[in-house]
């Protein structure tokens, strides 16, 4: 007898039993297969279902959540394409559009720190590359738990090396992004990558199998047994304590422990990453997706999903690169840095011919037929025979949801509660806490691994509130990007929590002069089958969708990450939005830094922009002083950060600021502190009523601006016209940080408080 | 190169001609992933048969990073790149010396002139045998030095060199990321191309 299974045999031997269970699919499920099947799925056909059906992929608990964001998305004539794709496309004028996306990569980060955070930044390239963009630039949000705690020391300069190492070689410049800490997060590191890609109009390339008689090309490396099962199930499984990695899921019944983790090879990447534009631009393809989890069976189903409706795929064509394996390990294979593209026979030929230009590895694996079905064959014999929508729709859950009473209890822990800073000599240290405290202590140990530079467009890169590139030279026109989360706020009010993320992200573009125009978004959360996570996760979504509304800035497309936890300890509620926006000519930009005095220049003249109430709910300050996380979030006002966001664009193209800088985590304090050590420069400021809340308080929608000499009036109406409050609280200049009556600050202290913790916890920068 | 007044020309690494360029330079990246030695393949590229006889008769030739790593496994600049000393890659703007200003790649700055230009690389410890060194240090061969902190561990801070004719010059930094204060920390780095060009004009 044959040793593959095939559907003969699944037809003649329907009662085998199938280890679906093992697989990640529950019983009801199963069944589902069966009776779409009409009878037993092949072992091939039971891989390919439990991996399409698996949380990463299917969406199948957040599916019905996510509707909002389309659902309420504003008006925006910027959307190309929207939700759906593999990511969102925004016209950003001049005939330019971008695409942009980011993308979790946790559990492969925790389980093998380096190749799994490299392979995040190469599967997140591929899914921009796959819109038809060339990849620009990308950006990661990393948070670890405690900074002391040893394992903490085996992660993080394993992720932070592994996204060197392959955005480097890659060359694309790695332009910002985020670092924190919390011990909700020890064991389930949070590994968001995002990537951005620039097209013309034109390019945008579709992720559809069409045209019965096209064939269907596999390209980039072969296809190996690393990560078999690795992103789909891994992330779809909560770790147990003694998380090992040896979540194992062959599908073939084979015993042998295969890594889970997939292993990176950006070289290889960069050159798929040539060869696809290079394809793209001889109108060689007319449909093209990138693999990434689940690999062939996810781009095979969903092409033909979005296609014709048939593909008939010869699994025995695949280039492997492990001689041994059999189709459900093939379909299952998560081998990194291969595509898959539709071409029209006639011109199959030019598009190998291209492939070995670029030495890149090419095989015409099938072709798409007008059958309605996706059949797989193995050395001539039918292994897999599916409708293929069933396998790429999935199910659709809606499961309970309820607010834990613990919230009642968080809500209740009143910061107001907290011993404050007495005096001037109190304020002092505690600020001097909170800039040395490893989330917002100095981050050039991490940030210096990556190239910022390569490509030569970017404008402003890390610890600048937002990234940004230049697009076109002789227009300046350029795109600026910021991410943003705050998981101790969502943790108090997911729906309140998740706004203020966006309204960060959308002040950071917006303190460039940039107008943000559109949100994506990596959802970091627990297990779906807690109640608390479900209620969690869709308040947050409730929350984004609502303030994307009110922002005017649609949902491009996003990510869900869910089992992030450990045993029953869930990570606190994190979704990390990410806003693009456009900058009319990037040579007005405005960093934070505080501008130096040359010769008898007239200082700049500080102003606060926005409101500020006593708002220490989640703060840095309760946390890093008090370790305290309680009462409510500060209030978000989209409003008056669609109006703050309008002044700074305004008042950068009149080349009025000097600097810009978001205050957030820290409040006034920390930006000031931060602008001064960006510029080398000093300040001093008087400030207005009680000067704990001016300096700590984080109340969403405000800025801090250095407005040129000269420029005063002319901001002042400007800020007036835009309703937003602005207060003259002093100017740069000096070398130390002095607030009028509390304390002064010389420059040198405070930067090294700020540079020191990361060395000392990870390693010296520098040798010697 | 277009900034500095020139037209640049790609050049493929499989195909054997130049094109008649005046000039050649070979940029930083990660040619064959840096999988093996930093420029170990690179060196046997197709290109390299015609490149390597006409930088022995006098092309200027200008290696940037990997570029620096391609011309020494290539024997064309003595010496070779290792690991960084503190084992990371290191993106940093830094504070450069031009301690030869007479190569076809420096002449538009002056000797001692401090220049600042990023450096980002993992492999850029220069090394080379004490006999080579002091050779190197007698003749001027040593182009650019570090001014500031010796970010890798460079034996005697030396962070490019040049042949005996100074027609061919290495060096790890990136001047190309130093040509507008716009995207770079300075404009300093525009004396490389700008030097060249007068050079082939002369």
């Not at chain 1, 929590?497 to 990596?522: D, F, H, I, K, M």
């Not at chain 1, 300890?569 to 926006?581: M, Q, W």
């Not at chain 2, 061969?141 to 801070?157: E, F, K, L, T, W």
Request: charge should be negative.
């Amino acid at each position: 007898m044959s040793p593959v299974d095939t559907v003969a045999r699944a037809a003649a031997e329907a009662d085998l039993p199938q280890p679906f269970a093992e697989l990640g699919l529950t019983r009801d499920e199963y069944e589902k297969i069966v009776a779409t099947l009409g009878r037993r799925p092949t072992s091939a056909e039971l891989a390919l279902y439990s991996v399409m059906w698996s949380e990463h992929c299917s969406y199948k608990s957040s599916k019905v959540h996510l509707r909002q964001f389309a659902a309420k998305a504003p008006p925006s004539g910027a959307l190309l394409a929207g939700i759906g794709h593999n990511a969102g496309v925004v016209d950003i004028g001049h005939g330019y559009a971008v695409t942009f996306k980011i993308e979790s990569h946790n559990h492969p980060s925790y389980v093998e720190p380096h190749q799994g955070a490299a392979t995040g930044v190469g599967g997140i390239v591929r899914d921009i590359l796959a819109m038809g963009a060339r990849p620009v630039a990308v950006m990661d949000a990393l948070r670890f738990g405690p900074a002391e705690a040893p394992d903490t020391g085996r992660v993080l300069p394993g992720v932070v090396g592994g996204i060197s190492f392959y955005g480097n070689c890659l060359g694309l410049p790695n332009i910002g992004g985020e670092l924190d800490f919390d011990p909700s997060y020890a064991g389930n590191p949070l590994v968001n990558a995002l990537c951005v890609g620039i097209m013309r109009h034109g390019d945008l390339q579709v992720a559809a199998a069409s045209g019965p008689g096209n064939k269907v090309i596999l390209f980039g490396s072969a296809t190996g047994p690393d990560g078999v099962g690795g992103a789909s199930v891994l992330a779809s499984a909560t770790f147990g304590d003694d998380a090992s990695g040896s979540v194992s899921a062959s599908g073939a019944g084979d015993a042998a422990k295969r890594p889970s983790v997939q292993v990176g090879d950006p070289f290889t990447e960069k050159l798929l990453v040539e060869c696809c534009l290079e394809l793209f631009a001889g109108g060689l393809v007319t449909g093209i997706q990138d693999l990434g989890a689940a690999g062939v069976a996810c781009a095979t189903t969903e092409l033909a999903a979005a296609g014709t409706g048939g593909m008939l795929v010869r699994l025995d064509a695949v280039p492997l690169r492990d001689a041994s394996l059999g189709p459900p390990e093939i379909l299952m294979s998560e081998s990194q840095e291969r595509m898959m593209a539709v071409v029209e026979p006639g011109r199959v030929d030019e598009f190998l011919a291209v492939c070995a230009k670029w030495d890149v590895r090419a095989a015409v694996i099938g072709e798409v037929t007008d059958t309605g079905r996706l059949v797989m064959t193995w050395h001539g014999e039918t292994v897999a025979d599916i409708p293929p929508a069933s396998a790429a729709d999935g199910p659709v859950y809606h499961r309970p949801q309820a607010r834990p009473a613990s919230q009642d209890a968080l809500a209740a822990r009143d910061p107001a509660t907290l011993p404050r800073p007495a005096d001037g000599a109190g304020l002092r240290a505690d600020l001097l806490a909170l800039l040395g405290s490893p989330g917002l202590a100095d981050k050039s140990w991490v940030t210096d691994q990556y190239d910022r530079y390569v490509r030569g467009d970017t404008v402003l890169a890390m610890p600048e509130d937002a990234g940004l590139l230049r697009v076109d030279e002789a227009t300046g026109l350029g795109i600026a990007l910021a991410t943003d989360g705050n998981g101790r706020y969502c943790r108090l009010d997911p729906y309140l929590g998740t706004q203020l993320a966006l309204s960060e992200a959308y002040r950071n573009v917006a303190a460039t002069g940039a107008r943000p125009l559109a949100v994506t978004n990596c959802l970091n959360f627990g297990s779906p089958t807690d109640p608390a996570v479900m209620w969690q996760f869709a308040e947050a979504v409730r929350g984004l969708a609502d303030g994307c509304a009110a922002l005017g800035v649609p949902v491009t497309g996003g990510n869900v990450s869910f089992y992030n936890q450990t045993g029953t300890a869930a990570i606190h509620p994190t979704p990390v939005i990410g806003v693009l926006g456009v900058h009319d000519d990037v040579r007005r930009r405005v960093g934070v830094a505080f501008p130096a005095s040359t010769g008898g220049d007239a200082p700049a003249g500080l102003m606060l922009l926005g409101r500020t109430e006593p708002e220490f709910g989640g703060s840095a300050w309760a946390h890093v002083c008090h370790g305290h996380l309680g009462g409510r979030p500060p209030a978000p006002d989209l409003d008056r950060e669609r109006q703050l966001a309008a002044l700074l664009a305004a008042a950068a193209a009149d080349g009025l600021l000097a600097a810009a800088h978001d205050l957030s985590d820290g409040g006034l304090a920390v930006a000031l502190a931060e602008s001064c050590l960006r510029g080398g420069v000093g300040c001093t400021v008087r400030l207005p009523g009680d000067p704990f809340t001016a300096l700590f308080s984080e109340s969403a929608g405000r800025a801090v601006v250095a407005v040129r000499p000269g420029g005063q009036t002319a901001f002042g109406r400007l800020a007036e016209a835009h309703g937003v409050a602005a207060a003259a609280i002093g100017t740069t200049g000096g070398d130390s940080l002095t607030v009028d009556g509390c304390f002064a600050i010389p420059l040198a202290e405070l930067a090294a408080v700020h540079t020191r913790t990361l060395p000392a916890l990870f390693g010296p920068a520098l040798p010697g | 190169m277009r900034l500095a007044g020139a037209e640049p020309v790609a050049l493929w690494h499989g195909d054997r001609g130049l094109r008649g360029v005046d000039a050649v330079i070979l940029p930083g990246g990660f040619s064959y992933g840096d999988y093996l030695r930093c420029g170990a393949i690179a060196r046997f590229a197709p290109v390299m048969a015609e490149l390597v006889p006409a930088a022995r008769s006098g092309l200027p030739v200008l290696g940037i990073c990997n570029g620096f790593q391609i011309l020494c496994e290539a024997h064309l600049l003595p010496g070779a790149l290792t690991r960084n000393a503190g084992l990371k890659f290191i993106t940093r703007d830094l504070l450069l010396r031009v301690e030869n200003a007479r190569t076809a790649w420096t002449r538009t700055y002056s000797a001692g002139e401090q220049i600042v230009v990023p450096l980002k690389s993992g492999e850029g410890a220069y090394v080379a045998d004490p006999g080579t060194l002091a050779e190197l240090e007698a003749s001027g061969q040593v182009v650019i030095r570090y001014a500031g902190d010796n970010p890798n561990g460079s034996a005697g801070a030396i962070a490019g060199v040049c042949n005996a004719e100074g027609n061919v010059v290495g060096l790890m930094p990136h001047p190309e990321h130093a040509v507008d204060p716009l995207t770079g920390p300075s404009a300093d780095g525009l004396g490389f191309f700008a030097s060249v060009v007068a050079k082939v004009a002369a």
